[in-house]
């Protein structure tokens, strides 16, 4: 696996908050975007974007180094805030980049990939993403708790595309 590239990986947080302004971006739906980036990245190309490994937890895949750059990016490269939902709901956490990010550190094969991403789940909350991811081998044939196998990419049914027999 390859080693995680910090300023790299503060740079695809960033994007994705600077891509995603609809309201849509609490923290459930960047876990599930950096998963999707890299879990599709690798199916294309073997190696994924951010380096990290991904746990298989309750709410889906998750990259085991997000939370904590995400808590060293608060209030400095992005802003977390907690939104009022309604009755029944808990809070929704909100990411809005403070900062654009730096294309210079992407190939343009990750870039496009990263846009491909946000455009695809820009819509979806993260329960949606959640569920999606829930759907796909790389979670289905994974031990709870345990590190998800890049290889199991490419045994997964694209969400939302039919087969193709």
């Known amino acids: 696996m390859s080693r995680i590239n910090e300023k790299k990986y503060y740079n695809i947080i960033l994007f994705f908050a600077n891509k995603i302004k ?13 998963y999707f980036l890299d879990f599709d990245f690798f199916e294309k190309y073997g190696k994924s974007v951010t380096g990290d490994k991904y746990l298989r937890w309750e709410n889906g895949p998750v990259p085991r180094k997000a939370e904590q750059i995400i808590k060293q990016m608060n209030g400095v490269d992005i802003k977390i805030s907690k939104r009022k939902v309604g009755n029944g709901y808990n809070d929704q956490q909100h990411i809005e980049a403070l900062k654009t990010f730096d294309l210079n550190l992407f190939s343009k094969e990750e870039l496009i990939m990263m846009d491909d991403i946000a455009d695809k789940w820009e819509k979806f909350s993260g329960t949606e993403m959640k569920n999606a991811s829930h759907g796909e081998a790389p979670w289905i044939a994974t031990k709870p708790n345990e590190i998800i196998d890049y290889n199991l990419a490419y045994y997964r049914n694209k969400y939302g595309e039919m087969d193709k027999d």
Do not use: F, I, S
Not at 22 to 34: E, I, S, V
């Open 22 to 34: 609809n309201g849509t971006l609490g923290k459930l739906k960047m876990m599930k975007l950096l």
